[in-house]
């Protein structure tokens, strides 16, 4: 299939894809919902304190093609259809806020270059291989047999490629030279020009930041989204029609058009530059020190793992207060006890049936745990310290250590790995700090779907059940 062809019904499939979408979109948008966590709420992105996501979230790769021409000395003069090439793209991206994120690119193909051959020199004869000052041509057909002098650095390696030098009638009618300079005839004379074929391939590092989220309020059902980019990257134009390999560095940016098909799929419209020495294309000369390589591409973006994000509420610093005064007045009745004589203490006594035959008894000091941690507070030891006692003076007790989470923040899936690790962290303890036989100590979890106590924030915690 030919090329413009492949790439114009690519277009065309895509604008029905994005159209579709649309509509969809705004009859979701239309529902009365509750939005990340909060009914009826906006927030500011840049002014808004986010969770932190795991590594593993936030994840997009693409993959998509389009057009792309090539920005030299004498490109611009060439057929436009004749310029433009296919560009293959993939890109994996990697967002560390609802605003910003990192994303590496490919792309590379065949760049349709013009040269007139009249001026300018080219790399291959002075680029520190054996061909240095055309001294491995001295004396081959079709190559002037001119020795090391400076002429050969005017000498089109892709002349040889194009022409039959070795005809001395060919060569009168395509080779002059002018001084110390050698030209092609036609280009000098009657204005033709000549194609170059460029391999390449470059890989690129970009930051990227999605514009609509950093002016205005977050929106992870928003349809439409523009995404400036900029970054640097390497670029390597393999050697072909005697020309050598060359690995440059260069700088590229652009903009991403996003269009939201799911909560996992996109569609992706990327306009995008990048600026390379003068030498990518092999030759060096006029009055440019840079050229550039110009790209239009569709691709498909698919995100993996968590897609949206979830605000950092503020702590209710009036809340903790409260909740260090009822510590300190629990403190000081425990010192009260523990100054009175209890040679022997009762185990506690069962507080709920589970089964007809079986009582489920707690230990009285649950571990309470700070929001959205798992990290046990040096203050809550205490409490793991009274659990292990009373495991190593009943050696035929079992444990199960249940963790929970506070059903006011957080949504229900976070909640539930929540409480787990605070149960394993505690479990952990009881094995390794206090050397409880693990064969003893169980682990179970129920995150926000069991709230053992009325009060919100003492749902962050550990509950020893004995069995």
Not at 205 to 217: A, E, T, Y
Request: hydrophobic share 35%; glycine share 8%; proline share 6%.
């Amino acid at each position: 299939m030919n090329k413009k062809v492949f790439f114009t019904t690519f277009l065309f499939i895509a604008s029905l894809f994005s159209l579709t979408a649309q509509e969809e979109s705004s009859r979701t948008l239309i529902v009365d919902e509750v939005e990340y966590g909060q009914p009826n709420q906006t927030y500011n992105t840049y002014k808004t304190t986010w969770k932190k996501n795991r590594f593993k979230d936030n994840w997009i790769i693409s993959l998509g093609g389009g057009a792309q021409t090539y920005f030299g000395i004498d490109d611009s003069k060439g057929p436009t259809q004749d310029r433009v090439t296919f560009a293959p793209q993939f890109s994996i991206a990697k967002y560390f806020s609802p605003i910003w994120g990192l994303r590496l690119n490919f792309t590379g193909g065949s760049l349709h270059g013009f040269n007139d051959g009249s001026f300018g020199t080219y790399v291959k004869w002075n680029h520190g291989t054996k061909d240095y000052m055309g001294q491995s041509v001295v004396g081959t057909p079709g190559y002037p047999n001119t020795g090391p002098s400076a002429a050969m650095l005017t000498w089109d390696p892709a002349w040889n490629h194009m022409f039959d030098l070795t005809d001395p009638a060919v060569y009168a009618a395509n080779i002059g030279q002018d001084g110390d300079n050698y030209y092609w005839r036609p280009g000098r004379e009657q204005g033709k020009l000549y194609m170059q074929h460029i391999k390449y391939v470059q890989a690129n590092i970009d930051f990227m930041f999605d514009f609509f989220n950093l002016v205005g309020n977050y929106n992870p059902k928003r349809f439409f989204e523009i995404t400036p980019f900029g970054g640097i990257g390497i670029y390597n134009a393999f050697s072909n029609m005697g020309s050598v390999n060359m690995l440059v560095a260069g700088v590229h940016g652009g903009l991403i058009t996003k269009f939201r098909l799911s909560d996992r799929l996109g569609l992706n419209a990327e306009f995008s530059g990048s600026v390379v020495p003068d030498s990518f294309d092999g030759q060096i000369g006029d009055t440019k020190s840079m050229e550039g390589i110009g790209q239009a591409t569709l691709s498909v973006a698919y995100k993996f793992g968590r897609t949206d994000w979830e605000v950092a509420e503020p702590m209710d610093y009036e809340l903790v207060n409260r909740l260090n005064d009822e510590i300190n007045t629990l403190r000081e009745r425990n010192a009260k006890l523990a100054a009175k004589e209890c040679p022997t203490c009762p185990p506690p006594p069962p507080v709920v049936k589970a089964e007809p035959t079986s009582d489920v008894k707690f230990l009285p000091d649950p571990v309470f745990f700070r929001l959205d941690k798992s990290v046990i507070d040096p203050s809550e030891w205490a409490r793991i310290d009274k659990a292990a006692t009373y495991l190593t003076e009943h050696p035929d007790v079992n444990v199960v250590v249940t963790g929970y989470a506070d059903k006011k923040t957080g949504n229900p899936q976070y909640n539930m790995k929540l409480s787990e690790r605070r149960a394993k962290t505690v479990a952990q303890a009881l094995i390794e700090q206090y050397g409880i036989n693990p064969l003893r100590v169980s682990i179970n979890w129920s995150g926000d779907k069991i709230q053992p106590f009325k009060i919100n924030e003492w749902n962050r915690v550990v509950i020893f059940v004995i069995e």
